[in-house]
């Protein structure tokens, strides 16, 4: 039986804006996580915005010229240029009197965290009035699946191929930008759709540079199918693999409390990039979150209700020492 | 919806607009092609909690109803929307070409 609040009427509810501001019948692979990013972003922002993109899948994803995704002007830019794109046309609005014009400098991980890095220092640096958001996919997808420095640590990308799969952790750009005394910055996530627009929303109220961080699924990047694209970026927060936070002038503050423990192995089991990770490796990864957790908990000054699970993987990890991941000796 | 009329024809220098502007929308581009298996909306077990809209990577589900409906000029047969339904208002079915 049809429920009765629901007969005639217009009942279908929602949790965030209705207004599109992209279009479908753009080129994303099916599930992918990084249109819904966008999508988010934009019904936050509105269209008194303009973007500056790099080369990354959003450029391409956009669509061939002469066509576009989006409602809104969009800059094609150089790979390591996203900032230094997004301030000049920021400097050139600002003469003109347009500064209220939302400037956003969007790029992928490894456009930002690598080859773009400088330009962001840059920007932040000087206190450029722009917002940069990296959607994060965790590796170079455009091309191809190469590992960049946003890889977690154990994936299998193109470019870390069995047995030499990423040996390094991945790099905390938001303690980098918060080394830089920067406004604003904070992380989302694909899956809290509500949690990032109150951020995009903050973000767009500060005079200054901000950077957000969002995690988007990539199903054939990460190895999973496409219908699953929410379910295993949602694991990620609940797993506190990538917690939901932000950084106000230095302070920190979590948006999304985790009270359950949830192990890391629920979200990497679900990816063929993690399939070949043994319990033990599983269990560094493990303890990789449990120190991230910790050092966030001390920063946003609360009580780190897992202290006991950093304690015991501490104790189990330094048994086994696997090869592939550098392990300091006490 | 009629792709066609947005498309944009270019046949020389003549034709291109001032600057390399994009001028046209990728709704001309029916990525509806792209599926294998298709959503199908169960409208009775629907509890109208609109979570297939919100997680659509293709923006493809109309809401202003009282129940979900599918455009498959673009649905891409991703499978989310039946994936996050709560209530299994949505399964996929094999696409018949
Ligand atoms: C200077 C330069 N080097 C390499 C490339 C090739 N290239 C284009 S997109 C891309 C990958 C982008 O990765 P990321 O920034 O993570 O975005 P994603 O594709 O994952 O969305 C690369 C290597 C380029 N366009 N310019
Ligand atoms: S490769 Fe990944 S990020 Fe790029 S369009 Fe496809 S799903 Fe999206
Ligand atoms: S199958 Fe995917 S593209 Fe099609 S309506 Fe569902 S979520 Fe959208
Ligand atoms: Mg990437």
Not at chain 1, 119 to 136: F, P, Q
Not at chain 1, 257 to 269: A, G, H, I, N
Not at chain 2, 20 to 35: D, E, H, I, Q, Y
Request: with cysteine; proline share 6%.
């Amino acid at each position: 039986m049809r429920p009765s609040h629901l007969v005639g009427g217009k009942t279908m509810k929602t949790t965030i804006p209705k207004e599109e501001l992209v279009y479908s019948g753009h080129l994303a692979c099916q599930g992918c996580g990084a249109t819904l990013a966008m999508r988010y972003t934009l019904k936050a922002l509105g269209q008194n915005t303009v973007y500056s993109v790099p080369a990354c899948c959003w450029s391409v994803i956009d669509g061939p010229f002469p066509y576009t995704s989006l409602q809104i002007p969009l800059f094609h830019t150089a790979f390591e240029t996203a900032a230094s794109m997004a301030s000049g046309i920021q400097a050139g609005f600002a003469i003109r009197g347009k500064g209220d014009i939302n400037v956003v400098a969007w790029a992928g991980d490894g456009g930002t965290v690598d080859i773009g890095i400088q330009a962001l220092s840059g920007m932040v640096e000087r206190g450029d009035n722009v917002l940069y958001i990296c959607y994060d996919n965790e590796a170079y997808m455009n091309t191809g699946i190469q590992r960049s420095g946003s890889t977690p640590v154990g994936a299998w990308t193109t470019t870390t191929p069995p047995p030499h799969f990423k040996k390094s952790p991945k790099k905390d750009m938001v303690a980098i930008m918060v080394a830089h005394h920067i406004p604003y910055t904070a992380t989302g996530n694909i899956a809290y759709p509500e949690d990032w627009i109150k951020k995009v929303n903050k973000a767009k109220e500060i005079v200054g540079p901000k950077y957000l961080q969002i995690l988007a699924s990539c199903p054939p990047g990460w190895k999973h199918s496409s219908e699953i694209s929410i379910e295993v970026v949602r694991l990620a927060t609940s797993t506190r693999k990538w917690p939901l936070y932000e950084v106000e002038n230095g302070n920190y503050k979590f948006t999304r409390m985790t009270r359950k423990f949830v192990p890391v192995s629920e979200f990497l089991k679900l990816q063929g990039r993690f399939r070949h990770l043994t319990e033990e490796e599983i269990d560094v990864i493990q303890l990789l979150v449990e120190e991230h957790w910790a050092d966030l908990c001390a920063k946003a000054g609360i009580e780190n209700q897992f202290a006991d699970k950093l304690e015991g993987y501490t104790e189990k990890v330094k048994k086994h020492h696997p090869q592939w991941f550098h392990i300091e000796e006490d | 919806m009629m792709a066609e009329k947005y498309e944009i024809k270019i046949s020389g220098a003549k034709d291109m607009p001032p600057m390399a502007a994009s001028l046209g929308k990728m709704l001309v581009n029916k990525t509806g092609s792209w599926r294998n298996i298709r959503p199908l909306v169960i409208p009775e077990k629907c509890n109208g909690c609109s979570l297939c809209w919100k997680f659509c990577p293709d923006f493809c589900i109309n809401i202003d109803g009282d129940y979900p409906i599918i455009n498959y000029d673009y649905c891409k047969g991703c499978g989310v929307c039946a994936h996050e339904c709560p209530t299994e208002a949505i399964v996929m079915e094999e696409e018949i070409k």
